[in-house]
């Protein structure tokens, strides 16, 4: 962690690597002890979304989100 938060590497298959910033706070910091993690990446228009094997609660909420921004959305939402 530094001070913008956890750093991230997704690794595609084909040796794409895309990195990634979180942000702090101490819910995602239990979870990120479960990383690394492997899982199915899928389209939806723009958007690459994976399932996680985690479950986190939702803290500030949004439905609309910028370009290259990486969000958590939980299943069933």
């Known amino acids: 962690m530094n001070t ?42 723009e958007e690459v979304y994976f399932p996680l094997p985690i479950k986190m609660e939702l803290k500030g909420e949004r439905t609309v989100m910028s370009i290259g921004e990486i969000a958590y959305w939980p299943e069933g939402n």
């Open 4 to 45: 913008l938060g956890y750093r991230i590497v997704f690794r595609f298959s084909g040796g794409l690597e895309v990195e990634g910033v979180l942000e702090d706070n101490k819910e995602l910091e239990k979870r990120l002890a479960r990383s690394p993690f492997t899982s199915v990446v899928s389209l939806w228009g």
